[in-house]
């Protein structure tokens, strides 16, 4: 089953997220903030149940998605896809 790792401030919108997703078989996690993306990220760098995909808010609180994109080489090669409001 594919892993995804979802980091998005918007509570309502990574639980439609997550539903939808678990509906197609995919297994999926939520986080709310930049520093929480990257805690995650490291916990499971070298482990199986490391993330297939990261999808990535660029306006999230403690770090923004573009700082978290910019640390992501240190962590990971995994794919990502950003996801934002911002026009």
């Known amino acids: 089953m594919p892993n995804i790792l979802i980091g998005d401030d918007d509570e309502e919108l990574t639980q439609l997220l997550q539903e939808y997703l678990h509906n197609h078989g995919i ?45 992501l080489p240190n962590i990971s090669d995994m794919p990502v896809i950003m996801l934002t409001a911002k026009g």
């Open 27 to 71: 297994h999926c996690d939520c986080v709310h903030d930049g520093a929480a993306v990257i805690q995650r990220l490291k916990a499971v760098a070298h482990d199986d149940s490391a993330y297939d995909l990261l999808v990535l808010d660029i306006m999230m609180p403690k770090i923004d998605g573009l700082s978290v994109l910019r640390q």
